[in-house]
């Protein structure tokens, strides 16, 4: 059954569109995820992107595993909202303890479900039946059946169980091994398309006129030179100028042509931006499910602080970082009607889907994103620019426009990972306990603030032990985690740990260095592995970016969010 067919005969996500929901969820039956084509051949569905990381072939092994199947029988579709289920998106590392697991399940409720299959077909006992090489087995009679005769290539509506008997990692013989790059050899020799490759009939090359700065709002617009140009589309919605052109050249010469003037806004300086996130937080989104101002207090600092023989005040900042994928943006968008079909690079292909809704009320039924493998997101590859660009270039030209940002674009227009200030105020005991911890965080991330006790390994956190806990009671704590709202400068994400997890681990290490020991609970020393001590900690100084700004006497180091803890 070829991909066209599986969504006539719904394999994969019905093709109406499965309405995104939050987080993960589920789809519960075998056919949203597998499918057996009557050749025998298993394709696998997911909403995860290929981005390097090689889950394309680390999720092939998984259910190649389950199906005792070799890889090379396995075909993963991958990041396409009319073939796969939902997917909130290829972030935060869940792709492995997540997706592979649930692809062991699906596969492994697949395997029993044939077994049934096999034993009901020849009315033999199903423990009789052994799974091995695409096939059912029946030893005692020498029948076996391969996967395709028996499923006839229909989709498998059964629901599967969460309780299905997946094989041991001790026992894998597939899963966890080494094998061949799913795909290697196209990479190698060129033959791997990415969405700057690809090609429609018909096609258009766009650009987009770049504001003048930040927030700039255009003023005057002269597009006459440019549109005397042979086969050039000229697009002006609001403050969105861009052109769509027979190629790259002529695309250029078309954007070189037009006069425009933009009403710049004022900018924050470099000296002021940190000063300036501190006295500027957003408020919370009404909507927000991640990050946003928090705050835990417990106990009372000044009495911890009393306590103490040693304390340490510190202040961290942390520059806008650009991701800088090696692929940098680029999307190609093709109407037909009133149905829009984007390739392009992305982490979040039903985020991108829900974006180009929004952007031209068009109904997220009539809108296919498709995730060609992608070389590298970093992380920042979580929005649509792109994407929406060139929807809008290839809406007026009325063919397909293909948009391919420059590397001074994705440096300049991209988002960035945020910049931030972390403040931190420590003290310990004469025997190392601690007994005050203070910990601001403004703009450079959530979800390290509570101490490690409170912390749950389910809460997304990136390592136990987020806040150095004291032994026993002795302990008050203040966190707080807020949000810069940085006028003008350059789009951002929240960042989840980079800048404050390395700044809290500094100050503990200060703490510890003024102390000759400092006491932690067992989550919380448990939490220091060599590779962060290796990474982050050499005698209270920083790699990276993240600086070490003015702190206190003899007081050492201090990061980031808002926690307090004292006696």
Same mark, same amino acid.
């Given at each position: 059954?070829?991909?066209? &067919?599986? !969504?006539?005969?719904?394999?994969?996500?019905?093709?109406?569109?499965?309405?995104?929901? *939050?987080?993960?969820?589920?789809?519960?039956?075998?056919?949203?995820?597998?499918?057996?084509?009557?050749?025998? !051949?298993?394709?696998?569905?997911? /909403?995860?992107?290929e981005?390097?990381?090689?889950?394309?072939?680390?999720?092939?092994?998984?259910? +190649?595993?389950e199906l005792r199947l070799p890889i090379t029988a396995i075909r993963l579709v991958m990041a396409d909202t009319t073939h796969t289920p939902y997917d909130m998106g290829t972030v935060g590392s869940r792709t492995t303890p997540i997706m592979a697991r649930r692809l062991h399940t699906v596969a492994a409720a697949t395997r029993e479900l044939l077994i049934e299959l096999a034993a009901a077909r020849w009315g033999v006992v199903r423990g009789e039946l052994r799974v091995a090489d /695409?096939?059912?087995?029946?030893?005692?009679?020498?029948?076996?059946?391969?996967?395709g005769e028996l499923t006839q290539g229909q989709r498998l509506t059964q629901e599967y169980d969460d309780a299905a008997p997946v094989t041991p990692a001790d026992q894998w013989t597939i899963a966890g091994t080494s094998v061949a790059k799913v795909g290697g050899r196209a990479i190698v020799t060129g033959q791997r398309q990415y969405t700057p490759d690809l090609t429609r009939p018909g096609m258009l090359v766009g650009k987009v006129l770049r504001p003048a700065a930040f927030g700039a709002t255009l003023t005057t617009l002269d597009t006459s030179a440019a549109a005397a140009l042979p086969d050039v589309t000229i697009v002006h919605e609001g403050d969105f100028v861009g052109v769509a052109a027979p190629d790259m050249p002529a695309a250029t010469r078309a954007l070189e042509a037009i006069r425009a003037e933009w009403a710049a806004v004022p900018q924050i300086a470099a000296p002021d931006l940190f000063a300036y996130l501190k006295d500027h937080p957003a408020p919370p989104a009404a909507d927000q499910r991640f990050g946003g101002p928090q705050s835990y207090e417990q106990g009372s600092l000044a009495a911890g602080r009393a306590a103490a023989q040693y304390t340490l005040a510190q202040t961290y900042t942390v520059a806008y970082i650009a991701h800088a994928p090696l692929e940098p943006r680029s999307a190609l968008a093709e109407w037909q009607g009133q149905q829009l079909t984007i390739w392009t690079g992305t982490q979040r292909p039903?985020?991108? $889907?829900?974006?180009?809704?929004?952007?031209?009320?068009?109904?997220?039924?009539?809108?296919?994103?498709?995730? *060609?493998?992608?070389? +590298?997101?970093?992380?920042?590859?979580?929005t649509g620019e792109a994407a929406i660009e060139a929807a809008r270039l290839a809406r007026a030209a009325g063919k397909p426009v293909k948009l391919i940002w420059t590397r001074e674009e994705e440096f300049t227009w991209a988002y960035f990972r945020p910049a931030g200030v972390i403040e931190v105020a420590g003290a310990v005991g004469a025997d190392g306990t601690l007994t005050a911890w203070e910990?601001?965080?403004?703009?450079?991330?959530?979800?390290?603030?509570?101490?490690?006790? &409170?912390?749950? *390994?389910?809460?997304? +956190?990136?390592a136990p032990g987020i806040i150095p806990r004291a032994r026993g009671h002795?302990?008050?704590?203040?966190? $707080?985690?807020?949000?810069?709202?940085?006028?003008?400068c350059p789009r951002y994400r929240p960042a989840h740990v980079p800048a404050a997890e390395p700044a809290r681990r500094a100050a503990a290490g200060g703490l510890r260095g003024g102390c000759g020991a400092l006491r932690l609970g067992r989550r919380a020393a448990a939490s220091r592995s060599r590779l962060w001590n290796r990474r982050w900690h050499r005698e209270g100084q920083l790699c990276g970016d993240l600086r070490r700004g003015g702190g206190g006497s003899r007081e050492r180091p201090g990061a980031g969010g808002t926690s307090r803890a004292g006696v």
């Open positions: 059954m070829s991909e066209t &067919r599986a !969504t006539t005969t719904g394999a994969g996500q019905p093709s109406g569109g499965q309405r995104a929901q *939050p987080i993960e969820p589920d789809a519960s039956a075998i056919g949203d995820w597998l499918h057996i084509e009557r050749d025998g !051949t298993v394709v696998v569905y997911t /909403g995860k992107t981005v390097g990381q090689n889950i394309r072939t680390s999720l092939a092994q998984a259910v +190649a595993e /695409g096939q059912i087995h029946h030893e005692r009679t020498s029948r076996a059946i391969g996967f039903f985020g991108v $889907r829900g974006e180009l809704a929004l952007a031209f009320g068009t109904p997220e039924d009539d809108i296919r994103v498709i995730v *060609p493998d992608t070389g +590298a997101a970093y992380g920042g590859k979580h910990f601001h965080n403004y703009n450079a991330g959530s979800r390290c603030r509570q101490p490690a006790d &409170r912390v749950s *390994p389910r809460a997304g +956190a990136a002795r302990q008050s704590l203040r966190a $707080r985690d807020a949000y810069g709202r940085a006028g003008a």
